[in-house]
């Protein structure tokens, strides 16, 4: 105690802030390189947290690169970012460089939940073995969905039915369909990763839509993007837990859903879902301490799914009901089109597609127009690269930007256009390269910005 007394503590005080700036200064380090990215000036320690909403950062995002033009960087903390706004510099980075920019920013904040070098999930996957190992696995299965008794597609259009009669059970009564849209999306991933549907009023669907609600306010507030930017944070014993605990509950919920599957796997059957197909691949790896197939892995790659996949998906729905109902005309004209193509009585099936141009043009235009992930996920970079003429170093988070732009210049374009190039160039706004997947007969994402496109 002695130690610290007033004589001492003012030069300790002052070594320490010369400590802080020195060490600050060298993390903008790669701000004083040649055609390094434009941006705002970042305070000491913070960078330029402050200056970006993050709860709703797309003004600010408008703002800067209003100022700045169209590849600008931040400072998160001591960690610098480049933005890409515009399907021009997207392109570039995303696409004819993606063996550069595909890589991601490692997750610090899921290590106490198991994220490690063979447990990564697949969206937050390093770009490596184990992601292409998890990437391809999941694809297939959503491809190849003849696992179990249904495919894929029945469990989609049976799903619809029963949120459509919970649309009627409304009986014209003004309703918010966002519980209901939630509920039907959370359903069909749970068929595909264990094979059944929780009815409406499950105590566990309720549960489990909570808990993505809070994770998703976690993973998208401020605390998350602090500790982000100052992992060192997380070194503080409980402290992860203590600020995320919606993920830590979410996959409390999942480690019971996937235990559930677990006791009633018959090993002689072939698989029925996911899951079963992930046990399997774990039983053929073992032994083999490189696989990514383990129990760590598999309840991380179900929690993507359903991170993923249910709100982006029930988001996008609530965005075409309100289209709709503000365009009744295109309503009008994609009512006629299922009545001429599918009629009242069958089914709709994934094939009814080829025959409904105008349908698919409009899908296509309210995934644009809805842009429900205006900033895409992080990509990092593995290498020096140059985008649009700057300088993008090596291990940079490279968040792609290209969606609300979009919006803003050319709002819902009404009555959207017929298939074909137009109708391609709309089908630009969610992602590009490596880590978006492809439209078409295999997966699920239509958007995306193709060598080609
Ligand atoms: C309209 C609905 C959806 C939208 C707007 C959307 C959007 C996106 C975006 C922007 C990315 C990031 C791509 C990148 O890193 O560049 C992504 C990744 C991903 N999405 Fe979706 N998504 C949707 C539905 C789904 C569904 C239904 C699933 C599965 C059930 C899913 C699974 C994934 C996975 C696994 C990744 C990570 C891919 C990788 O890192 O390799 N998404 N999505």
Redesign the pocket.
């Known amino acids: 105690m002695g130690l610290l007394s007033g004589d001492t503590l003012g030069p300790l005080a002052v070594a320490v802030l010369i400590f802080l700036l020195l060490l600050d200064l060298m993390h903008r380090r790669s701000r004083w390189a040649p055609r390094y990215p434009p941006g705002p000036t970042p305070l000491p320690v913070l960078g330029n947290l402050l200056q970006v909403d993050f709860d709703d950062p797309c003004p600010s995002f408008n703002q800067l690169r209003r100022r700045f033009g169209n590849v600008f960087s931040l400072q998160q903390g001591w960690t610098p970012v480049v933005v890409l706004n515009g399907l021009a510099a997207v392109r570039e980075a995303?696409v004819h460089r993606n063996q550069e920019t595909s890589d991601r920013p490692p997750p610090a904040v899921y290590e106490h939940v198991g994220y490690g070098p063979r447990a990564e999930g697949?969206?937050l996957a390093r770009y490596g073995k184990a992601?292409r190992e998890q990437?391809r696995f999941?694809l297939s299965t959503l491809r190849n969905f003849g696992l179990g008794k249904k495919s894929l597609e029945q469990w989609v259009t049976e799903e619809a039915s029963c949120l459509c009669a919970a649309f009627a059970d409304q009986a014209g009564r003004p309703f918010s369909p966002k519980d209901l849209l939630n509920k039907a999306v959370s359903n069909v991933?749970a068929s595909l990763t264990f094979g059944f549907r929780f009815e409406y009023n499950d105590p566990r669907i309720i549960k489990l839509l909570d808990l993505m609600d809070d994770m998703l306010k976690e993973e998208s507030g401020l605390v998350r993007q602090v500790v982000e930017a100052v992992p060192m944070l997380l070194r503080i014993p409980g402290l992860a837990a203590k600020v995320f605990p919606g993920l830590k509950a979410f996959m409390a919920l999942i480690d019971e859903l996937i235990t559930e599957q677990k006791m009633t796997r018959d090993p002689t059957q072939p698989p029925r879902h996911l899951t079963d197909a992930f046990l399997d691949e774990m039983k053929e790896a073992k032994g083999n301490a490189e696989s990514s197939f383990n129990d760590e892995n598999l309840r991380l790659v179900v929690t993507?799914?359903f991170s993923?996949?249910m709100v982006?998906?029930s988001t996008?729905l609530a965005w075409a009901l309100l289209l709709m109902i503000l365009h009744p005309d295109v309503q009008r004209r994609v009512q006629q089109e299922i009545d001429e193509v599918i009629g009242k009585v069958r089914r709709p099936e994934m094939g009814d597609q080829a025959f409904m141009p105008f349908t698919v043009a409009v899908v296509h235009e309210v995934?644009r127009f809805s842009d429900?992930?205006p900033l895409?996920?992080p990509?990092m970079t593995t290498r020096d690269i140059e985008v649009q003429g700057f300088y993008v170093p090596k291990v940079l988070n490279v968040p792609?930007w290209v969606g609300v732009d979009r919006r803003a210049e050319q709002g819902w374009l009404c009555p959207p256009r017929a298939p074909g190039r137009e109708a391609r160039q709309t089908r630009t706004c969610?992602?590009?390269?490596a880590?978006?997947?492809r439209g078409g007969d295999d997966t699920?994402?239509q958007p995306v910005v193709s060598a080609e496109g």
């Open positions: 995303l697949v969206i992601w990437r999941s991933i993507d799914l993923a996949g982006t998906t996008t995934q429900i992930i895409g996920l990509h792609a969610l992602s590009a390269g880590r978006a997947l699920h994402h």
